[in-house]
């Protein structure tokens, strides 16, 4: 028999769930609500993850949590299904809130157990649990059991360079816990997101692992991916800062288009998220809250420093809209 050749269009199964194809939203904490996802499934996503949403907070009933963070939208599911992240360090509030995320309709349970920011490791979650595995393990098993629900597990392969704690504990959440998958994000959580992923321990977990394995982390343009992709037989890959203000990014790498979208398509994006963000939230939220994603617009429709200075100030989405379709811009372009 020959090598059988995959590609990132091949539809394929996650524990039993159907997904179309293999290029993922990664989970992006503050950023991935529903119309994120949706944006991201419009350009042809195969999957879409929630950012991380706190068990303790979905357990103890966060109004703007319950509200906000758990809202998925009917056309999110059309193309394909929808995963949500979950992140803590206590396994009977992880059961309660995966109980209550699988009423939501949900496909897939992700639990975050690679976040190195100091307000999540110090409750003894996110990367916290690399230290942990017994809890670790704990956890997963509570999120599945609770929720009836596949349960995968994204993580990284040590807190500090040289270590390996992480593996040992993908092997252990596999074969203790019976995760479904698993995604590696394979940069020492000391790291951040800085410095080159190393695709090796990746390729080294795809090997031993009997579970598809996920990659992510440095997945920032088509020729990256399609590299990448080869180099670690990973059964899908997450797609996280390159597609900031970048939906394009999903066709590039699914090849179905080629090159950069005009400044046209740009500016109606920016309009549809503008109306999204302020279905999400009300006129006065969405406003303060695009102010992260305007610059990702700014950038790729080579705006200067006055225009992101008004973008910043800007107090509704009328007048942001207003600022992008000024025609210094067409003289930039
Ligand atoms: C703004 C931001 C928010 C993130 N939030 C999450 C999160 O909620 N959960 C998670 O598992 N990873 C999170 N990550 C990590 C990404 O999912 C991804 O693994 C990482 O950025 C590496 O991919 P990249 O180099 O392609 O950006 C976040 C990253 C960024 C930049």
Redesign the pocket.
Known sequence: MGPVTRSLTDSWTLGGVEVPNRVVL???????NWFVRLQAKRYGAGLAVS??VSSHAIHYGNERTCTELLRVHPDERATGPVSF?LFGSDPEIMRSAAARVAELGVDLIDL?M??PVPKVCKTGAGAALLKDPDRAVAIARAAHEGSGLPVTV?LRPGLRPGDREGVDLAHRLVAEAGIAGLCI?PRHASAQ?RGTPNYELARELVEELPVPVLI?????DRERVLDVFERTGAAAV?????SLGNPWLFEQVLGTREGEPTREEVLDEVDWVLERAVEHLGEGRAARYLRKFYPWYVERLGGDHALQDRLQRSTSTAEARAAFREPVLAAIA
Do not use: D, F, V
């Not at 990664?26 to 950023?31: K, N, S």
């Not at 992510?216 to 920032?220: A, D, F, P, V």
């Not at 997450?238 to 390159?242: E, N, P, T, Y």
């Open positions: 990664a989970p992006l904490a503050g950023i991935g950012e991380m992240q975050n690679g976040c994204k994000h997101h992510s982390g440095g997945l920032r997450l797609l996280a800062r390159g």
